[in-house]
T-cell receptor, first 114, second 113 residues
Framework: KNQVEQSPQSLIILEGKNCTLQ??????????LRWYKQDTGRGPVSLTI?????NTKSNGRYTATLDADTKQSSLHITASQLSDSASYIC?????????????FGRGTQLTVWP | EADIYQTPRYLVIGTGKKITLECSQT?????MYWYQQDPGMELHLIHY???????EKGDLSSESTVSRIRTEHFPLTLESARPSHTSQYLC????????????FGPGTRLTVT
């Protein structure tokens, strides 16, 4: 069973609308939680990195929240644009390894329509 | 934009051929990684390196091999490609600490016919 579960699996919204993506995880202990954006056929690009002590972090129109008690995170996208169409991946960095092992979710495929 | 490069971007090759996927980074990062990703699925770590002359196998068993002779270069080789090797291969690098951000290359989409 994957230790990082994301929902919804896919989402379609109209340009200009807001949306929220969810991430539930079981990885423990962890050093940080990351959200990546992956365009089709490209490598993931980091949007935010949050330590377990942070509750919220913003990067432009992207705002990530973290509840370490319930092991949940969300990514809120404000005023969506066509270029936001991509897969959004929740990633947990394991604190217990020297490698900094990453646990990946399967992503939420977001499509923004004009 | 991260300075990490992968070539080729796309490769279609017949069964039994030997292939090498190239990965280079200009950031001077010690750690480098290879991931495999199938459509709609999560990334799986197949190889990693802590630095020159260091290579380790990841969580997902892979018939590929890697080498790390230079800091900036981390090629992946398949001695005899099979259709089951069809996938996207992503290279990444990071600084030395365990919590450092990983920067990903654009990936190589491999199709074995």
């Amino acid at each position: 069973k994957n230790q990082v579960e994301q929902s919804p699996q896919s989402l379609i919204i109209l340009e200009g609308k807001n949306c929220t993506l969810q991430c539930n995880y079981t990885v423990s202990p962890f050093s940080n939680l990351r959200w990546y954006k992956q365009d089709t056929g490209r490598g993931p690009v980091s949007l935010t990195i949050m330590t377990f002590s942070e509750n919220t972090k913003s990067n432009g129109r992207y705002t990530a929240t973290l509840d370490a008690d319930t092991k949940q995170s969300s990514l809120h996208i404000t005023a969506s644009q066509l270029s936001d169409s991509a897969s959004y991946i929740c990633v947990i960095c394991d604190r217990g390894s020297t490698l900094g092992r990453l646990y990946f979710g399967r992503g939420t495929q977001l499509t923004v329509w004009p | 934009e991260a300075d990490i490069y992968q070539t080729p971007r796309y490769l279609v090759i017949g069964t039994g051929k030997k292939i090498t996927l190239e990965c280079s980074q200009t950031m001077g990062h010690d750690k480098m990684y290879w991931y495999q990703q199938d459509p709609g699925m999560e990334l799986h770590l197949i190889h990693y390196s802590y630095g020159v002359n260091s290579t380790e196998k990841g969580d997902l068993s892979s018939e590929s091999t890697v080498s790390r002779i230079r800091t900036e270069h981390f090629p992946l080789t398949l001695e005899s490609a099979r259709p089951s090797h069809t996938s996207q291969y992503l290279c990444a690098s990071s600084e030395g600490t365990s919590t450092s951000e990983q920067y990903f290359g654009p990936g190589t989409r491999l199709t074995v016919t």
